[in-house]
């Protein structure tokens, strides 16, 4: 079975006619045209509801199966995964700039294997640009072609870019740092979020539980969530990739559990020791979230200070110990 991708962006194509925004701004006329597929030269409409002999159309309209017995599924913008009776697939076209962990769901119920072709359709300017949709794309475990592109389902995927197993991502405060950092799992079938600040702040601090719920309700709902201060136990004991989100709040709980404020801090550089020495032994993909705390004021209390420095150490080395280190400012990202 070969399918045929006369088009490959969103219903408006990229760039939409008309839009002004700067995604739209940088690419030419019909770029991208709008999602249009064509299997064997005969099927040529989806959802797949009316399909000639010898196909045949499986998961509500979004699957396809040929003669040849391979398989096609489609999963457009807005659409729940129909992975009931989708089995495995050859190929699998979805819109990943939609909610991404729809990918993740798929890999869970075994839809997409490691045989499975992932093209990204529905492209368009909800990512800035080529450049970026590639990273993204690329931390997925997908790909994009280019309009008029055959994908072949016989053909095995293209060999997958590693994956740093070890991901710091820098940022300052509301820099887009913890979104950044869920992106790079937002495709995995099994991710643990490992929040380590409290869950509910002083009683009465509504802006608090609204920051809260607002991560909360960004993260797939199919992850796990594990409150914890002990990150090298849970970085020891993990099954599959861990979020820490984030090492500031982390550090500021060791402070408080050992009295370090204003006391005798080598219990902290031990558990920082201990953090270290875990993340470097990681055996699962692991991507933290920290503050940069290089960029702002002097704190004006000692106190302050040593948890400014001491936060910056840590920083330091564990930057030492990963594949990759980022810092995120305005959203932007910068690879160190």
């Known amino acids: 079975m070969k399918v045929f991708l006369a088009g490959t962006a969103g219903d408006g194509g990229w760039p939409e006619t008309g839009c002004r925004c700067a995604s739209c701004g940088r690419l030419p006329s019909q770029h991208r045209r709008p999602f249009e597929l064509v299997v064997d030269g005969v099927v040529r409409r989806f959802p797949f509801h009316r399909v000639p002999d010898g196909y045949l159309a499986f998961a509500r309209g979004y699957g396809l199966a040929g003669p040849d017995g391979r398989r096609l599924l489609c999963v457009p913008s807005g659409a729940s995964v129909p992975a009931e009776g989708a089995g495995p697939c050859d190929v699998v076209l979805i819109d990943l700039l939609d909610r991404p962990e729809r990918l993740g769901l798929l890999r869970r119920a075994g839809v ?18 080529e450049d970026e949709l590639v990273r993204r794309l690329g931390l997925w475990g997908a790909r994009a072609v280019p309009d ?19 991901s710091l991502v820098l940022g300052g405060s509301r820099s887009g740092k913890s ?48 409150e914890t201060t002990d990150l090298a136990a849970a970085i020891r004991a ?31 550089e031990a ?47 564990l930057a030492a110990e990963s594949e990759d280190v980022c810092v995120v400012i305005a959203g932007r990202l910068l690879p160190l």
């Open 112 to 129: 997409v294997t490691g045989v499975t072709q992932v093209v990204a359709v529905g492209l368009d300017h909800r990512v800035r640009s």
């Open 179 to 226: 979104a950044e950092a869920e992106l790079r799992l937002a495709a995995e079938p099994h991710v643990t979020y490992v929040a380590t600040g409290p869950t509910t702040g002083p009683s009465g601090d509504g802006e608090w539980a609204a920051r809260v719920a607002a991560h909360r309700d960004r993260r797939p709902a199919h992850w796990t969530t594990l």
């Open 238 to 268: 993990a099954t599959a990739p861990l979020l820490v989100d984030g090492l500031g709040t982390w550090l500021a709980a060791v402070f408080d559990e050992h009295g370090a404020w204003d006391g005798d801090r080598a219990p902290v």
């Open 148 to 166: 008029g592109t055959t994908i072949d389902t016989a053909q095995p995927p293209p060999p997958p870019a590693g994956q740093a197993r070890r």
């Open 271 to 317: 558990r920082c020791d201990e953090l270290v020495a875990a993340w470097r032994g990681a055996a699962q993909r692991i991507v933290a979230v920290s503050d940069e705390v290089g960029m702002g004021v002097v704190p004006a209390t000692s106190s302050g200070r040593a948890f400014r420095d001491a936060l910056g150490r840590l920083n330091e080395r």
